[in-house]
Nanobody, 124 residues
Framework: QVQLVESGGGLVQPGGSLRLSCAVS????????MAWFRQAPGKERQFVTG????????YYADSVKGRFTMSRDNAKNAVYLQMNSLKPEDTAVYYC?????????????????WGQGTQVTVSS
């Protein structure tokens, strides 16, 4: 079955950086739009960023715009999330998601596959 495995989370101080990776197996991501969501304790899962299947277009939630950058490498079957200038409010479990087709969506229920998540904690 299709597997998405996130890595790269951890504890970082405010203002620091982390790079998350999502490795996908058993399916080619070139047929999928990809996205990152996050979920903080007691809150709903929140869209962070999405990228089209070619990587030509990406969209960012206002809360991360200018600080986070999503990229994809279809040859490596992986996507990445570079997070800079991290804030305590970025603390959450970050999930990678795949949606069959060319366009990303902000709706979690439109995604076909999900990873298990990786914890990001921003604290001094």
């Amino acid at each position: 079955q299709v597997q998405l495995v996130e890595s790269g989370g951890g504890l970082v101080q405010p203002g620091g950086s982390l790079r998350l990776s999502c490795a996908v197996s058993r399916v080619s991501i070139s047929s999928f739009a990809m996205a990152w969501f996050r979920q903080a304790p007691g809150k709903e899962r929140q869209f962070v960023t999405g990228i089209s299947w070619s990587g030509a277009t990406a969209y960012y939630a206002d809360s991360v715009k200018g600080r986070f950058t999503m990229s994809r490498d279809n040859a490596k079957n992986a996507v990445y999330l570079q997070m800079n200038s991290l804030k305590p409010e970025d603390t959450a479990v970050y999930y990678c998601a795949a949606k069959f087709g060319s366009s990303w969506s902000r709706r979690a229920d439109e995604y076909d596959y999900w990873g298990q998540g990786t914890q990001v904690t921003v604290s001094s």
